[in-house]
């Protein structure tokens, strides 16, 4: 067992190195200059000139820390223009070869490997911190979205396989079919339409209302659930259906098992036989994959964060990324590949831990 | 007299005929189907797939054919009668011009008290003849201001500046004319809901078929030769798995952006990357499925054959592998239309003038749109849901169908 972890674990560092170095190169060609897109629109109505922009690459080059980390990793090329670079390196251009590709990941990758990712040009912060600060509001919503998603899914999924080819069966299919095959943002923009703007119902946008006063926190945590209804109800919605269907799936395979039919032939009560010998073992599945989801909500729901405009991190990486912040990009997707190899890593480890059939020997 | 029935050479014949043809159909009834047809047959009596099949096609018609029958172009804007517009100027002030070469070329300049409008394009120099003295005027920065004879010392003088402004039907509501009414820019919606279709449903089945090509090219090596091959593939298979899809196909938009790739040239460039991340998955499923493969006696035999590589892997493993492929591929193709709408929706993906569902529906990110003029992006919405829904029953459908342990 402790040796299949340590495979494991090898493994994943491999594959966090992967998707980190093709995420790295990506980065480094994509064309966003921070500060271009952070004073395109005073450059355009002429409220300053691009010698003035050019001037904030410089200083901000120069005075402010984080830039000086950012372009350790090779990311001056972005924070900062050639004229910049000129000035900084007596007249002397850098060209982006091969090498300072190389060059430039060996150093982020070195960083990273002592916790430090850098730092958001746009959150003036450092990136760790930010993802830290921003990752509980998305986990919370996340997690109160997975805890009702399981609640409903499960005893339908359960229904369905029991009474399979009824009429609930099929009225629940395609239900959850169309929750299946609803966009995201056109189902968030559908509930915000109905009932945010017809019927008043919930707020617009955001966690609180800006500008109330609250007199307590308890006035204050109601406000939040108040605005986090559509949210969640848009996440529980779009989700159900997969863990529906899946449930449904193991369930009927179970049923058909040869000892559901020894426990009926025994006489077990048909709740016996359902509850405490099929549902038990469909369990093993999808506890399975709870473990492996679990993570993964740290990562943010980056369309209904951004739709509902809440401060989780998705909503942050969306931003950063529209306005080219390229540590944060950066930094918030290896944040992303790490969720999801350690959520693959748990999945595993837990279908050893809930089926004692499973022997993990290798 | 009753004539008793005699049995003739005649009728004994006829009558063992008749058993031949009771037997034939006997025969008829238990006749061995082959696994194709047995598939074919439980997929059409599925009520569900059917449904999701008849969508489909209404669908493809709707897109692929429709637009013949619309009277408008996807970038057709609804021009309705312009708008005559006469402003005058006190003197200090300027008039702000809408687009210069809108107002000069028509020498409307002055409406109708002026006569004898002369403009210079290329340097903004004008004059006209007001109550018989002559009014000279330039182009300063868009803003229309009166000067004196050479051009140079600004007079803000009074004057007069009227146009015809080009006038749309913008989010016109849905009438005879226009079934689902106009969008922001006075283009159609039912004719852009049909433009539309078309990329999303082309576009999903090209990255379908290219991927499952690529899943079932390293999937199949990975499963056919094992060890280090294996080791490998599965381990750049694992690596793309882990990718976060959504923010690597923000950043690859960006830099389509930025590299200026524009028009449906951009839409081939979307398809390569949602290829590219999305055959992992099918590796895997193919990897899976030839490795059980492998081990089956069939392949023994074809081994002792002695059949080439590249025979047995064509011929006996990738069609037994068809089943699985063809299901994800269904329900691969609901999802891919779900990130490409996503994509437009964030403005990422094709430009505007190139009409896709997701892109009608980022209108609504303006609240005013959200609020009043619904036309303009819940058709767009429902598109998706139904195309969507259509390739998931029938992917379910096939799934049931190709299921050897289903028993209806």
Not at chain 1, 29 to 47: I, R, S, V
Not at chain 2, 21 to 32: F, G, K, P, T
Not at chain 2, 52 to 67: D, E, K, Y
Not at chain 2, 239 to 260: D, K, R, V
């Amino acid at each position: 067992m402790v040796k299949y972890i340590i495979k494991r674990l090898l493994l994943s560092i491999l594959i966090v190195i992967g998707v980190s170095l093709i995420i790295y190169l990506l980065i480094r060609m994509m064309p966003l200059n921070y500060f271009d897109t952070k004073y395109a629109a005073q450059l355009a109505n002429g409220t300053m000139t691009q010698a003035d922009v050019d001037n904030f690459k410089r200083l901000s080059h120069v005075l402010v820390e984080y830039n000086v980390y950012a372009d350790r990793y090779g990311w001056g090329h972005y924070a900062t223009n050639e004229l910049a670079e000129a000035a900084l390196t007596g007249g002397q251009k850098t060209i982006c070869t091969f090498l300072s590709y190389v060059e430039g990941y060996a150093n982020w990758f070195w960083e990273a490997l002592h916790g430090n990712l850098g730092s958001s040009f746009k959150f003036q912060d450092t990136v760790v911190n930010v993802i830290k600060d921003n990752m509980w509001v998305s986990f919370g919503i996340a997690i109160v979205a997975t805890v009702l998603q399981f609640a409903i899914a499960i005893p339908l999924g359960v229904t369905a396989a029991t009474h399979q080819y009824s009429a609930f069966d099929y009225v629940v299919t395609v239900l959850v079919m169309m929750g299946i095959s609803l966009p995201t943002f056109f189902f968030a923009l559908l509930m915000l339409s109905i009932f945010s703007q017809r019927l008043g119902w919930f707020p617009l946008s955001g966690m609180n209302s800006p500008g109330k006063i609250f007199n307590s926190d308890f006035e204050m945590a109601l406000d939040t659930l108040h605005h986090l209804v559509l949210p969640v109800l848009t996440l529980v919605i779009l989700s159900i259906g997969g863990l529906m269907r899946y449930t449904r799936t193991n369930m009927l395979e179970v049923l058909n098992a040869d000892y559901i039919r020894t426990a009926r032939a025994k006489g077990c009560s048909e709740r016996t036989v359902i509850y405490r010998h099929a549902f038990r073992n469909t369990l093993i599945p999808v506890v399975t994959m709870l473990a492996g989801i679990l993570p993964g909500l740290f990562g943010g729901a980056m369309i209904t964060e951004q739709v509902f405009g809440l401060p989780g991190i998705g909503n942050k990486a969306y931003q950063a990324l529209i306005e080219g912040d390229i540590p944060f990009v950066m930094g918030y997707n290896v944040f992303l590949a790490i969720l999801s190899v350690f959520g693959t890593l748990l999945s595993d480890l837990m279908y050893a831990v809930v089926d004692p059939r499973v022997k993990i020997n290798k | 007299m009753e004539e008793e029935k005699i049995l003739t050479p005649e009728l004994a014949e006829e009558n063992l005929k008749k058993e031949a043809a009771e037997e034939e159909s006997l025969a008829d009834s238990v006749r061995i189907i082959s696994p194709g047809r047995l598939v074919m047959k439980r997929f059409f009596r599925s009520r569900l797939s059917m449904v999701g099949l008849v969508t489909l096609i209404v669908l493809f018609l709707f897109a692929f054919v429709g637009p013949l029958f619309s009277p408008y172009e996807e970038s057709e804007a609804d021009s309705k009668a312009p708008d005559f517009i006469n402003e005058t100027y006190a003197p200090g002030t300027s008039a702000e011009i809408v687009d210069p070469s809108d107002v000069f070329e028509g020498g409307v300049i002055g409406g109708t008290v002026l006569s004898g409008v002369t403009y210079n394009n290329s340097n903004g120099h004008g004059s006209y003849v007001k109550d018989g003295n002559t009014v000279y005027f330039k182009l300063d920065e868009n803003r229309l201001v009166v000067t004196d004879e050479k051009y140079s010392t600004i007079y803000y003088d009074y004057f007069e500046y009227s146009w015809n402004q080009p006038s749309f039907n913008k989010y016109g509501a849905p009438d005879s004319k226009h079934w689902l009414g106009t969008d922001d820019l006075g283009l159609d919606v039912f004719t852009r809901l049909m433009y539309g279709g078309r990329v999303s449903l082309t576009l999903g089945f090209v990255v379908v078929i290219l991927e499952t090509l690529l899943g079932i090219l390293f999937g199949g090596l990975a499963g056919y030769f094992g060890k280090w091959v294996d080791q490998l593939i599965m381990r750049i298979v694992d690596i793309f798995g882990c990718i976060p899809t959504m923010p690597l196909l923000l950043i690859l938009s960006e830099m389509l952006n930025g590299a200026g790739v524009v028009g449906t040239a951009k839409l081939y460039y979307i398809m390569a990357f949602l290829t590219l991340l999305g055959w992992a998955g099918i590796a895997r499923v193919v990897r899976g499925q030839i490795l059980y493969l492998r081990e089956q006696e069939y392949m023994i035999a074809a081994e002792a054959l002695g059949l080439s590589t590249s025979r047995k892997i064509i011929k006996h493993l990738v069609p037994n592998v068809m089943p699985q492929l063809i299901v994800q591929m269904t329900l691969g193709l609901g999802s891919i239309i779900l990130t490409e709408s996503t994509l437009s929706y964030l403005n990422l993906g094709l430009d505007r003038m190139n009409a896709t569902w997701g892109t009608m529906i980022s209108a609504a990110q303006d609240p005013l749109v959200l609020s009043s003029y619904p036309w303009v992006w819940i058709p767009a919405g429902v598109m998706i849901v139904l195309a969507v829904l259509g390739f998931n029953f029938i992917g379910d459908g096939l799934r049931d169908a190709f299921d050897p342990k289903a028993s209806r």
